[in-house]
């Protein structure tokens, strides 16, 4: 069994940028089976007060907690891709 790398995307309720993140990761699992290698986990900063000020307005931001490499909106497919699969 392979080890998946583990990415959350830190978010909140309504925001509309993470839901293109969202839309970004879905096409990627689409076209490249994403969820074989990687295991998204979605956590919502409000739940948290210190992510809350961390990322308050900066989300939607991804992190890979093994190598705990963030990548911070705004960025496109082709970066999230480069991103996930050159790390």
């Not at 993140?21 to 956590?43: D, P």
């Amino acid at each position: 069994m392979t080890n998946k790398q583990e990415i959350i995307l830190y978010t909140t309720f309504g925001c509309h940028l993470c839901e293109q993140v969202e839309a970004m990761i879905f096409t990627l699992n689409q076209q490249k089976n994403l969820m074989e290698t990687h295991q998204v986990f979605a956590f919502d900063i409000i739940d948290d007060e210190k992510k809350l000020e961390e990322y308050r307005t900066s989300i939607p931001v991804l992190e890979n907690k093994t190598t705990k490499r963030k990548l911070y909106w705004p960025f496109t497919y082709d970066e999230l891709d480069e991103w996930l699969y050159h790390l």
